[in-house]
């Protein structure tokens, strides 16, 4: 007889995070993997009696967790060198806002991309996503950024997606031309967003390169007009939106993206009512980045409870970038979303599954259900809390599967 599946994991603490049950915890679980998909789950005495003789390859788990394959839906992860230096700046009293007006912050990391090829900046960024992984993702949005030309933006994304195909991980490309002003357009803004919005998106997102399209919408980036200049192209585009929103001040960035039915907004310190009621009707995810608050020594907190009263999907990534936020591992931003922001550990770890696939629009994975993507992050614990409480190691995942494919936690 054919074996009906290609794979069959049983004896399994299932972190389904479908429903409203806490984890959507099946105990004594089992789970069947077929073509790339899960084929059937849930409770092991509810197997077809023949189960054995239907599977290829038969795993008896020990009680481990199983959750859907980890999402990080922000970060900027192709770059070139980094800023340890500012950290000391940093730690030496200046502020983010400090170091970028003196010309440091994403600006100094522009001119080491800018001066990387495209060959250079996949080898820095691969070890990057080797740490992700090691640390239970298997889908990674990045975002370009740092080039603020036609070329770099163009060669950013294009690492990303050569990352996707390396590591057969999805990687989600956002187009974030609108990150910083860069050195040659400081006496001419308008001509800058001019150049983004009429040349620079048009082309890459001619070339297959862009899957959605973000600004950093803040006193130190790009105002409210001039993100609605960029968000009116991407829509032109049928590209959908999203917006560094609220970071360090109140911009209204949060009622902008949710007027465009944006995917997220995100980071949202200094979030408003008034922007919680508009993500809440147009159903725009809260993506909370603890790694930058963390960083910044922030102290303003996101308005989690507000957030939770009006329903807004909360949503937690690493937002891993040279400067505010060089942080490797989703899990330990879970960890940080429940110990800085006071999210309850089935709440974290929502945020970087069903909760991080809405920022992405990715309808095909975030929970483990029949016919969902079959990627999958066994763990060497016996409870899903244990996944934000431990902090640091890599003694966590023992497994990843990847479109069904299974490969061992060192990647
Ligand atoms: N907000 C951030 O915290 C990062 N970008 C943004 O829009 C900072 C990026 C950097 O400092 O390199
Ligand atoms: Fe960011």
């Given at each position: 007889?054919?074996?009906?599946?290609?794979?069959?994991?049983?004896?399994?603490?299932?972190?389904?995070?479908?429903?409203?049950?806490?984890?959507?915890?099946?105990?004594?679980?089992?789970?069947?993997?077929?073509?790339?998909?899960?084929?059937?789950?849930?409770?092991?005495?509810?197997?077809?009696?023949?189960?054995?003789?239907?599977?290829?390859?038969?795993?008896?788990?020990?009680?481990?967790?199983?959750?859907?394959?980890?999402?990080?839906?922000?970060?900027?992860?192709?770059?070139?060198?980094?800023?340890?230096?500012?950290?000391?700046?940093?730690?030496?009293?200046?502020?983010?806002?400090?170091?970028?007006?003196?010309?440091?912050?994403?600006?100094?990391?522009?001119?080491?991309?800018?001066?990387?090829?495209?060959?250079e900046l996949f080898a820095q960024t691969l070890p990057r996503a080797h740490a992700l992984m090691s640390d239970g993702a298997t889908t990674l949005e990045i975002k370009s950024g740092y080039g603020l030309d036609l070329d770099t933006e163009r060669r950013m994304l294009r690492v990303a997606r050569r990352l996707?195909?390396?590591?057969?991980?999805?990687?989600?490309?956002?187009?974030?031309?609108?990150?910083?002003?860069?050195?040659?357009?400081?006496?001419?803004?308008?001509?800058?967003?001019?150049?983004?919005?009429?040349?620079?998106?048009?082309?890459?997102?001619?070339?297959?390169?862009?899957?959605?399209?973000?600004?950093?919408?803040?006193?130190?980036?790009?105002?409210?007009?001039?993100?609605?200049?960029?968000?009116?192209?991407?829509?032109?585009?049928?590209?959908?939106?999203?917006?560094?929103?609220?970071?360090?001040?109140?911009?209204?960035?949060?009622?902008?993206?949710?007027?465009?039915?944006?995917?997220?907004?995100?980071?949202?310190?200094?979030?408003?009512?008034?922007?919680?009621?508009?993500?809440?009707?147009?159903?725009?995810?809260?993506?909370?980045?603890?790694?930058?608050?963390?960083?910044?020594?922030?102290?303003?907190?996101?308005?989690?409870?507000?957030?939770?009263?009006h329903g807004v999907a909360m949503a937690v990534a690493t937002d891993c970038n040279p400067g505010t936020s060089p942080l490797l591992s989703l899990r330990l931003a879970a960890g940080m979303a429940c110990t800085l922001f006071r999210l309850t550990p089935e709440e974290a770890l929502r945020g970087v599954t069903?909760?991080?696939?809405?920022?992405?629009?990715?309808?095909?994975?975030?929970?483990?259900?029949?016919?969902?993507?079959?990627?999958?992050?066994?763990?060497?614990?016996?409870?899903?809390?244990?996944?934000?409480?431990?902090?640091?190691?890599?003694?966590?995942?023992?497994?990843?599967?990847?479109?069904?494919?299974?490969?061992?936690?060192?990647?």
């Amino acid at each position: 007889m054919t074996p009906r599946w290609d794979h069959l994991l049983t004896n399994a603490t299932l972190a389904t995070f479908a429903g409203d049950a806490p984890y959507g915890l099946i105990e004594q679980g089992a789970i069947a993997l077929h073509e790339g998909r899960i084929a059937w789950i849930g409770p092991q005495r509810a197997l077809p009696a023949d189960v054995a003789a239907q599977a290829s390859q038969v795993e008896n788990l020990g009680g481990a967790v199983v959750t859907p394959g980890l999402i990080d839906c922000h970060t900027h992860l192709v770059f070139g060198g980094n800023r340890a230096h500012e950290f000391d700046m940093r730690l030496n009293g200046a502020t983010y806002e400090e170091i970028a007006r003196a010309g440091g912050g994403i600006v100094s990391t522009v001119k080491a991309t800018r001066e990387a090829s495209e060959d250079e900046l996949f080898a820095q960024t691969l070890p990057r996503a080797h740490a992700l992984m090691s640390d239970g993702a298997t889908t990674l949005e990045i975002k370009s950024g740092y080039g603020l030309d036609l070329d770099t933006e163009r060669r950013m994304l294009r690492v990303a997606r050569r990352l996707g195909k390396a590591l057969g991980i999805t990687v989600r490309t956002t187009f974030l031309g609108l990150h910083a002003l860069p050195p040659e357009y400081r006496d001419n803004r308008d001509g800058y967003v001019t150049l983004m919005c009429d040349e620079v998106l048009p082309a890459l997102a001619g070339e297959g390169l862009v899957d959605a399209v973000d600004t950093f919408c803040e006193t130190i980036g790009f105002t409210p007009q001039e993100t609605r200049r960029v968000f009116d192209r991407a829509t032109q585009l049928g590209l959908p939106v999203k917006l560094h929103a609220e970071q360090l001040s109140d911009l209204d960035g949060a009622a902008l993206v949710a007027e465009f039915q944006g995917l997220s907004a995100d980071h949202l310190e200094y979030l408003s009512e008034n922007g919680i009621r508009a993500m809440a009707e147009a159903g725009t995810v809260a993506v909370l980045l603890p790694g930058a608050f963390y960083a910044l020594r922030e102290t303003k907190l996101p308005p989690i409870a507000s957030l939770r009263r009006h329903g807004v999907a909360m949503a937690v990534a690493t937002d891993c970038n040279p400067g505010t936020s060089p942080l490797l591992s989703l899990r330990l931003a879970a960890g940080m979303a429940c110990t800085l922001f006071r999210l309850t550990p089935e709440e974290a770890l929502r945020g970087v599954t069903v909760h991080a696939a809405k920022a992405l629009g990715l309808s095909d994975r975030g929970t483990l259900e029949v016919e969902k993507r079959a990627d999958l992050a066994v763990w060497n614990v016996k409870q899903p809390a244990e996944l934000c409480y431990w902090i640091g190691g890599n003694q966590a995942l023992r497994k990843l599967f990847i479109a069904g494919a299974s490969q061992p936690a060192n990647g």
